[in-house]
Each structure stands twice: as structure tokens, then as C-alpha cells.
């Protein structure tokens, strides 16, 4: 099972409807595309600290290590973008949610069905 965080900036049907679902897990999308995943979700701030770490390492480093060390550090910026990048996604998200859940499911369409159950009285 899956745990889903559920975020909606109200509690009416358009609302709800509109409802972000963030699973709680490692980011593939994050790990693989890095600073691209972050600008996709909107992270703005998270994208410039990703971009600045990348031109400090290759303006400030790379003139004085070796090219596998710039390969170690890209998979550590990118291996912390996919495990907490999701989880920023939810902070950004807390701010402007005024309704907040956690659904456990085995994939996105459960969690869906869940949700819209226990918020709009049933209906999907």
C-alpha cells in the first residue's frame, strides 16, 4: 500500500475536483530530470538552488577534480531531489490547502475513490 497526500484549496465540488494527489515516496520524475522535474511542479526557489549548486560545481570544482567526481555529484543533487522532492511539493502545496488528507492505496485511481467517498458524500 501507498500513501497519498491529498491537497485541495477548498471543500466545494470544484474544489475537490482540482484536488492535488502527492505520493509519498521517492521522486523517479525528480531523480531522472532534476532541476526540469522542480520547474515542471512549480518549485521555483528549489529550481534556483538546483541550477546555482550545478554552476558553482562546474565554475568552482570542476577545474580541480576529476570527471567522475562532477558525475557523483549530479547523482547526489539529483538522489536528494527524487527522495524529498516530493515532500517539497506537499510544504508548497500546506500553504494555500484548506483541506488537507492522507489516503492509503494500493495506486493513484484508489486513492482517487477514497478520497472523493469520504469529501463529496460518495460521489466521484
Request: aromatic letters at 12%; charged letters at 20%; hydrophobic letters at 55%.
Amino acid at each position: 500500500m501507498t500513501l497519498f497526500v491529498v491537497q485541495a484549496r477548498g471543500t466545494d465540488a470544484a474544489a475537490l475536483v482540482r484536488a492535488h494527489f502527492i505520493k509519498d515516496g521517492f521522486a523517479w520524475g525528480g531523480f531522472v530530470f532534476g532541476w526540469l522535474w522542480l520547474a515542471y511542479h512549480r518549485l521555483w526557489l528549489a529550481t534556483a538552488i538546483y541550477l546555482a549548486f550545478e554552476v558553482l560545481v562546474l565554475v568552482l570544482v570542476r577545474p580541480h577534480v576529476e570527471p567522475p567526481v562532477l558525475l557523483v555529484l549530479d547523482a547526489l543533487a539529483r538522489l536528494f531531489v527524487g527522495l524529498e522532492g516530493n515532500r517539497l511539493r506537499e510544504a508548497k502545496g500546506a500553504r494555500r490547502a484548506a483541506l488537507t488528507d492522507v489516503i492509503e492505496a494500493r495506486d493513484r485511481p484508489e486513492a482517487e475513490t477514497i478520497f472523493y467517498a469520504r469529501h463529496a458524500g460518495g460521489a466521484a
